[in-house]
């Protein structure tokens, strides 16, 4: 989980380099700053219960920052979504960042394609409001995450060799 955080961070950290707007990319880095102290916390809390052994109290702890961390990550994925949608800037030559601008490209063409089957099959009241019944919820970064094979996310995309792990190989 802790190793998960802080590819969300990197994601967020490069998202908000990139972001045309301003108040989108503060609120990034603000997102992802928060994300890598609960991420950090919880590394040391874990480190701790694996000295001290099984204890209540310890497993509260350790339980507890998991849920900030799922809802730190959480914050950094919608803050992510305002940024697509404000407009990403060209990345640089960098495999990691074109693989970020990539995979936040196909969430956008995959939100501007469920928008367009929105508007061709209208379910609107006599008011002209959306009927909350049958409607398709907007596609998320979070649910592009989740429906990504695991063994899709862990192929290089691109044939030039890295070190290490990347932003997008890593299981968000």
């Not at 992510?80 to 640089?92: D, I, M, R, T």
């Not at 074109?98 to 379910?123: G, I, P, Y």
Request: net charge positive; proline share 5%.
């Amino acid at each position: 989980m802790v190793s998960d955080g802080q590819v969300v961070v990197k994601f967020g950290n490069i998202l908000a380099k990139h972001c045309l707007d301003q108040r989108c990319s503060m609120e990034l880095l603000r997102a992802t700053e928060h994300t890598q102290s609960i991420s950090s916390q919880l590394g040391i809390v874990a480190r701790v219960k694996a000295v001290t052994g099984e204890s209540k109290a310890s497993s509260e702890l350790l339980l507890s920052n998991v849920q900030n961390l799922i809802q730190a990550v959480q914050h950094v994925l919608r803050a992510a979504e305002a940024a697509c949608v404000k407009g990403l800037g060209q990345p640089s030559a960098d495999p990691e960042e074109e693989e970020v601008a990539a995979f936040c490209q196909q969430w956008r063409e995959n939100l501007t394609q469920h928008r367009a089957k929105e508007a061709l099959n209208s379910d609107r009241d006599e008011l002209g409001l959306r009927k909350t019944r049958g409607a398709k919820a907007e596609p998320t970064l979070m649910s592009l995450v989740q429906e990504q094979p695991p063994r899709s996310r862990n192929i290089p995309k691109h044939p030039i060799p890295r070190k290490g792990p990347t932003v997008m190989d890593r299981h968000l």
